[in-house]
């Protein structure tokens, strides 16, 4: 198991899907783990989820991080705000003195993507506010949580900045994605993880981009109206066969808090890789013991 005891780890955007799965593997490594998201059991007026009503919060993915080994503490933040982030950044420094991994995996556009009748609308006819706030949630939230929080990574030796996208640099590059506006915003967080590698190299640290699979989040289980337990049954009836390819969020998490821990850990970056790649060159295993990767799947 990767031990990653006395590390401080960021995850932004912690709240469910890949973000939770990746705090819950820092907490199966020891790791100290801030969850941070909008969807908090106290609410705030001023912090408003593109979620709302959904039933995971933040302080259920600290709670979990600490169950699992690690240390798990929720600070509920809206990172479209700089103020808060800002807020966060003064927090962490106060606190810790700095941080020595910064995961990006803010999202919270998957419902705005829309659902697949609605894929491959052209731009002339996609709803422009709706397209802008995918760019917002997805690009300016990363941007901003980077600018407030690099230079608590840089506070440490080797730190580690992990932006979390979907498919490639390669994949991206040749293929098209649901829509002009999330086309624009993945190959944006793939490009993130590269400049930012560009900058933080003479510093040390390490900047590079990481794609889930397909991904049995929370939501993706609503959808085909499954269970982590019984998600098989959907493979050819509720869902596509690909989906037999399928990954638990865990997974991903697992690839990256072991490159977190790999003394070498340089050599990836400005890289664009999947979670499949990182568990083949780690030796790691989905919690059903696998070693899938829809991206290598035909």
């Not at 990653?4 to 199966?28: K, M, W, Y």
């Not at 991080?65 to 103020?83: E, K, P």
């Not at 397909?214 to 869902?239: D, P, Q, Y």
Request: with cysteine; charged share 20%; hydrophobic share 40%.
């Amino acid at each position: 198991m990767t031990d990653l005891t006395g590390s401080v780890v960021v995850v932004a955007g912690a709240t469910r899907g890949a973000g939770r799965g990746i705090a819950a593997a820092f907490g199966e490594a020891g790791a100290t783990v801030v969850c941070t998201g909008r969807s908090s059991r106290a609410g705030r007026a001023d912090v408003v989820s593109d979620y709302a009503g959904r039933p995971e919060t933040i302080e259920g993915t600290a709670e979990l991080v600490t169950t699992l080994g690690g240390r798990g503490i929720a600070r509920q933040v809206d990172h479209l705000d700089s103020t808060q982030v800002a807020g966060l950044a003064a927090w962490c420094r106060e606190e810790f003195g700095g941080i020595d991994v910064l995961v990006n995996d803010i999202w919270g556009a998957e419902d705005l993507k829309g659902a697949p009748p609605e894929w491959n609308t052209p731009l002339w006819e996609h709803d422009l506010e709706v397209g802008l706030r995918i760019l917002r949630l997805a690009i300016d939230t990363h941007l901003i949580t980077s600018h407030h929080l690099l230079p608590l990574v840089l506070a440490r030796p080797g730190g580690l900045v992990v932006e979390v996208t979907d498919g490639t640099t390669a994949f991206n590059a040749g293929n098209y994605r649901i829509s002009t506006f999330y086309d624009l915003a993945k190959v944006a967080v793939n490009r993130l993880g590269w400049s930012q590698g560009h900058e933080l190299a003479p510093h040390g640290a390490t900047a590079l981009a990481v794609t889930p699979g397909w991904m049995r989040s929370e939501l993706m289980l609503e959808t085909f109206g499954v269970t982590e337990e019984t998600w098989r049954e959907a493979v050819g009836s509720t869902a596509p066969d690909g989906f037999a390819h399928s990954e638990t969020p865990r997974f991903v998490g697992r690839g990256i808090a072991a490159l977190a821990a790999d003394p070498d850990r340089a050599r990836w970056n400005q890289a664009s890789v999947t979670a499949g790649e990182l568990a083949r060159a780690y030796s790691v295993v989905d919690l059903d013991g696998t070693q899938p990767d829809a991206w290598a799947t035909p």
